[in-house]
Nanobody, 123 residues
Framework: QVQLVESGGGLVQPGGSLRLSCTAS????????VGWYRQAPGKPRELVAA???????NYADSVAGRFTISRDNGQNAIYLQMNKLEPWESAVYYC?????????????????WGQGTHVTVSS
């Protein structure tokens, strides 16, 4: 059973940066599409960014130009660099993985999920 573990969340001031990490119990990132999602209280879980096994990336419009998703196969890790964070981006951030590239990046298309890491953007 694959397990994903997120880390790197915390409290950051508006305009600040954080880097989230996602590690897996097995070497799945080289063959899986991995997505970062976030869920704020009372809101649905939404895609933030995704990266395919081939390295193609896509981003939500709201984060394009500020967030960067990357993969380090040697470290078996996926990263999400988040810059210029805003208070409304406070949420639990999750990483998810699936072996079949998702067509729409809907949550049901992903097989594996981490437990999430909390990000709070506040002064």
């Amino acid at each position: 059973q694959v397990q994903l573990v997120e880390s790197g969340g915390g409290l950051v001031q508006p305009g600040g940066s954080l880097r989230l990490s996602c590690t897996a119990s097995g070497s799945i990132f080289s063959t899986n599409t991995v997505g970062w999602y976030r869920q704020a209280p009372g809101k649905p879980r939404e895609l933030v960014a995704a990266i395919t096994s081939g390295g193609s990336t896509n981003y939500a419009d709201s984060v394009a130009g500020r967030f960067t998703i990357s993969r380090d196969n040697g470290q078996n890790a996926i990263y999400l660099q988040m810059n210029k964070l805003e208070p409304w981006e406070s949420a639990v951030y999750y990483c998810a993985a699936v072996s079949i590239p998702p067509r729409h990046h809907q949550t049901y298309e992903y097989n594996y999920w981490g437990q999430g890491t909390h990000v709070t953007v506040s002064s």
